[in-house]
């Protein structure tokens, strides 16, 4: 019913629209971004950047429209879009993102 979505973003600019749509619109609870290093093969060469990983907490009925979302403002032509389910024991914490993602915007 809930999950965690992580995509890497080397534009702030783009990561903050992302951040700011999702928020506004209600698709999210939580955003939260982390700095990294990161190294990768694309196109047989080897890679090297500084990102920043967003980790986007909701429901997983909203991932089609998050989707959209982030197509629309990403600048890489393949984005990592990965979801992972989200269990807690804390009800309240479940709760919270029910109640943040419940009456979407458009």
């Not at 999210?28 to 060469?45: D, H, K, M, P, R």
């Amino acid at each position: 019913m809930y999950c965690m979505i992580e995509i890497a973003f080397d534009k702030k600019v783009e990561l903050n629209e992302v951040i700011n749509t999702l928020l506004y619109r209600k698709l999210a609870c939580s955003c939260q971004v982390i700095e990294a290093n990161n190294t990768w093969n694309w196109i047989g060469e080897r890679e090297n950047s500084k990102e920043y990983l967003l980790h986007i907490k909701t429901k997983k009925d909203l991932l089609d429209e998050i989707y959209q979302v982030v197509k629309r403002i990403h600048s890489y032509s393949v984005f990592e879009f990965a979801v992972y389910d989200l269990y807690s024991p804390c009800k309240e914490y479940l709760d919270w993102i029910e109640e943040e993602t419940c009456s979407v915007i458009k």
